[in-house]
C-alpha cells in the first residue's frame, strides 16, 4: 500500500495573493500555446488538509488546473529498491518505488480525475545506468515519451554525453558540433532553459532552447519559465562547450522577473517555474521575487522531498518531488484574475501501482539488448575504451551491510567504495565524487521475502553510470584540507548559489574532523591517518586513489588539481586502467569494507531523516 493512501490526506490549500493581471480571450483546454526565448520553512506535513479560502474553487467560473510534477528520473526505468521515510518520522525503511510503467498509470488516473492537467519533467531524464550510457540516451527516449510529457527542463547529467548529443537531443535546429557515433534521438516536448545562451558557432549565437511556453486550459492560459542547471561547465568544460550558462543569484533572479513579466503582459494568469537550479537556490530566488510574479517553482536536481510547500516572502510557492520514487500534484485554482487556492501533495510510485502494459513492453524492448546472453557492447564514447560483455542481471556480489549514498558528507556506499579502491591501489587514502545517484541494498532486510543483498551488474552501474577510469597520484595534507573545504563549501555554504555539484566526496584511510557551523574555508577542524589520534602535519604527503575523466589534466584526480605523479591505476588481470564499474565489482568480491564512520561534525546538525533535508535547505550555518 502507498504510505498515503488518498490524496487528501497530504494535501494543503493556501490562498495566494490575487495577481493584476488580465485573462486573454479564448484559451482551449489543455491546448499548446506557444514557446519563447523572450519574453518560515518547512518540511513536515500537517496531516490533514488546510483550507483558508471560503468557498474559492467551487464557484461556477472557478478553473482548476492540475500540475503534475515528475523530476529527476536518472534513466530509471525499472522498480527499484528505494529508501524511505514517513513525513515528521526519523525512522526508515525499504520499499519498492519507481518503474515508467507505473508512473504512466498513475498518470493516467490523475488526468482523468482533473479535466485540466499538465505533466512536466523536470531535472536529470536521459542519463544514469547501463541502458543510458550505452546508447547516449537513446534507449531512454522511448519510455519516456510514452508518458506523453506536456513540458521539461534537461538536467545537468542531460548535458554530459557531450555538447554534440546534446544539440542533436534538444536542439537539432542548430549547427552541429560534430557528430556523435550514432544517431541520437530526443524527446517530441518542448523543452525549455532560459539561462543558456549559444556562443559558437558564431552564426547561431542566441538561445540554446525556448525560455518560455504557455498552454491554455478553457479560460485560464499558464506561463512556464524553464531554468536548466547552472553547474555544467564546472562538471567539465567540454561539457558547455559553445554555450554560456548564466551564473549567481542576480543573473537568475533577473532572468525570472523578466520572463515571468513577459508572460504576465502577455495575459498569463497562471506563471510557474520549472527549475533544475536545485530547492536550495529555487527557495532563495522565492525570497527574493516581487509579490504575485511567480506562482510555483517546480525544483529539480536537488532530490529532496517536500511534504508541504516552502513559501517565499513573495508568497511564491516552492516543492520538489524527491526523485524518481514520487509523483508531485498541485492543484491550482484560478478565479478571475488570480489563483485562489493550491493543493499539493506527493504520490509514492509503489507495488500497488500495477504497470501500463503499453508502456511495459517499451521498456522491455529497450532493455532487451541488455539482457541478451551474448551482449557486447562499446561506449560510444571511444575514448573511454570500457565494454559491457555481460547481460546487466547477472549478480557481481552480496552487500555486507546496508550500502546507500543517502548522506551530505559521508555516506555507507561511499565509505565501502573507498576501502576497495584504496586497497587496490595500495595509497593511503581514496576519494570519490559525491554523486547523488544511487542503488540501496541491506541484507537484513527483505521484500517480498527476498533479501535485499544481491547486487548486479546494472545496480554497479546506477552507482557508477559515468566513463570514469581510476588513477593514483600524490598530494600534500595542505591540498587535501583544500579540496575538503572547497567540497564542504559546495555543499553547506550559506550562500546557496556558491553550492555546486552533488554531496561530499566519500574517503578512506583518513579520520576528518569537521565543524559545519563555521564559516566558508574554515570547516574543516583536523585531518588524521586511520586509527591515529595525532592531526597531520600539512607538510605530509599522502598517496591518494581516485577517478579520472576523458580530457582531465596530468594534476587531476576526482576533479580536483594539485596532485604530483598521477598514474593509471591498472587492472592485473588487463593491464588497462580499472573501470569504477570493473573495480566495484572486484572490490565485492575481495575486499573487506566493514560499515564504519570517519567523518565527525560537531555543529549538531541535522540531517535527513532526522531532519527534513538531506542538504540544510539554507545551508551551514
Not at 478553457?218 to 550558462?245: K, N, Q, W, Y
Not at 536537488?302 to 500534484?329: C, F, K, M, Q, R
Not at 559491457?388 to 552480496?398: A, E, M, S
Request: with cysteine; aromatic share 6%.
Amino acid at each position: 500500500m502507498p504510505i498515503f493512501p488518498h490524496p487528501a490526506s497530504l494535501t494543503i490549500a493556501l490562498l495566494l495573493a490575487p495577481l493584476a493581471c488580465h485573462a486573454p480571450e479564448g484559451g482551449g483546454s489543455g491546448t499548446e500555446g506557444s514557446s519563447s526565448g523572450e519574453g518560515d520553512p518547512s518540511g513536515q506535513p500537517t496531516g490533514e488538509a488546510t483550507d483558508v479560502a471560503d468557498s474559492t474553487g467551487t464557484s461556477d467560473d472557478a478553473t482548476t488546473i492540475r500540475f503534475l510534477h515528475f523530476n529527476d528520473l536518472h534513466a530509471h526505468l525499472l522498480p527499484h529498491v528505494d529508501l524511505v521515510a514517513d513525513p515528521g518520522s526519523a525512522q526508515t525503511r525499504l520499499e519498492r518505488r519507481g518503474g515508467i510503467a507505473r508512473l504512466a498509470t498513475l498518470v493516467a488516473e490523475l488526468r482523468a480525475e482533473q479535466e485540466h492537467s499538465v505533466l512536466m519533467n523536470v531535472g536529470d531524464t536521459f542519463h544514469g545506468g547501463v541502458e543510458a550510457l550505452y546508447t547516449n540516451g537513446n534507449a531512454i527516449v522511448g519510455p519516456v515519451e510514452a508518458l506523453g510529457i506536456d513540458v521539461g527542463v534537461p538536467g545537468n547529467w542531460d548535458f554530459a554525453f557531450g555538447p554534440a548529443v546534446t544539440r542533436q537531443r534538444f536542439a537539432p535546429e542548430l549547427p552541429s558540433l560534430g557528430s556523435p557515433s550514432e544517431e541520437v534521438e530526443g524527446p517530441s516536448y518542448p523543452n525549455l532553459a532560459a539561462n543558456v545562451q549559444v556562443t559558437a558557432p558564431p552564426a547561431a549565437v542566441g538561445p540554446l532552447l525556448p525560455a518560455t511556453h504557455t498552454m491554455g486550459f478553457g479560460p485560464i492560459t499558464v506561463g512556464f519559465v524553464g531554468l536548466t542547471s547552472d553547474i555544467v561547465p564546472r562538471m567539465h568544460p567540454i561539457l558547455a562547450t559553445g554555450l554560456e550558462f548564466a551564473e549567481g543569484e542576480a543573473e537568475h533572479l533577473a532572468l525570472m522577473e523578466q520572463h515571468a513579466g513577459a508572460l504576465r503582459e502577455g495575459g498569463a494568469q497562471v506563471v510557474v517555474v520549472m527549475s533544475e537550479l536545485g530547492i536550495h537556490k529555487d527557495h532563495r530566488l522565492a525570497q527574493q521575487l516581487p509579490a504575485g510574479l511567480v506562482d510555483v517553482i517546480f525544483s529539480a536536481h536537488t532530490h529532496e522531498i517536500t511534504w508541504e510547500p516552502l513559501t517565499g516572502a513573495s508568497g511564491t510557492l516552492v516543492v520538489e518531488a524527491g526523485n524518481d520514487g514520487y509523483l508531485g500534484v498541485m492543484d491550482l485554482t484560478v478565479q478571475g484574475d488570480a489563483v485562489v487556492d493550491a493543493q499539493w501533495s506527493l504520490r509514492p510510485i509503489t507495488d500497488d501501482i500495477a504497470p501500463d502494459p503499453t508502456v511495459a513492453a517499451i521498456v522491455d524492448q529497450a532493455r532487451a539488448p541488455f539482457l541478451a546472453a551474448g551482449v557486447s557492447m562499446e561506449l560510444p564514447t571511444p575514448v573511454a575504451g570500457i565494454e559491457l560483455d555481460q547481460p546487466i542481471d547477472t549478480v557481481v556480489g552480496q552487500a555486507a551491510h546496508p550500502l546507500h549514498r543517502r548522506h551530505p558528507f559521508e555516506s555507507p556506499f561511499n565509505d565501502a567504495v573507498t576501502d576497495m579502491q584504496r586497497a587496490l591501489a595500495g595509497t593511503d587514502v581514496a576519494m570519490t565524487p559525491g554523486f547523488r545517484f544511487d542503488a540501496v541494498f541491506d541484507p537484513t532486510a527483505e521484500i517480498d521475502a527476498v533479501a535485499v543483498d544481491a547486487i548486479t551488474l546494472e545496480d554497479a552501474y546506477r552507482f557508477f553510470p559515468v566513463v570514469y577510469t581510476l588513477g593514483q597520484g600524490t598530494i600534500d595534507v595542505a591540498g587535501l584540507r583544500a579540496i575538503l573545504e572547497d567540497e564542504l563549501s559546495k555543499v553547506f555554504s550559506p550562500d546557496v548559489f556558491a553550492q555546486s555539484g552533488g554531496w561530499v566526496p566519500g574517503f578512506s584511510g583518513i579520520e576528518i574532523d569537521i565543524d559545519l557551523s563555521g564559516p566558508d574555508g574554515a570547516k574543516v577542524v583536523a585531518i588524521r591517518l586511520e586509527g591515529q589520534l595525532e592531526p597531520l602535519p600539512d607538510d605530509a604527503v599522502l598517496t591518494m586513489a581516485g577517478c579520472r575523466r576523458p580530457f582531465d589534466g596530468d594534476d587531476v584526480l576526482c576533479s580536483h588539481g594539485g596532485f604530483s605523479e598521477v598514474v593509471d591505476t591498472l587492472d592485473p588481470s588487463t593491464m588497462a586502467p580499472w573501470s569504477v564499474v570493473d573495480m566495484l565489482v572486484e572490490g565485492l568480491a575481495t575486499v573487506s569494507y566493514p560499515p564504519r564512520a570517519s567523518v565527525h561534525d560537531s555543529s549538531g546538525a541535522a540531517f535527513w531523516p532526522q531532519g527534513p533535508f538531506i542538504q540544510p535547505l539554507e545551508g551551514l550555518p
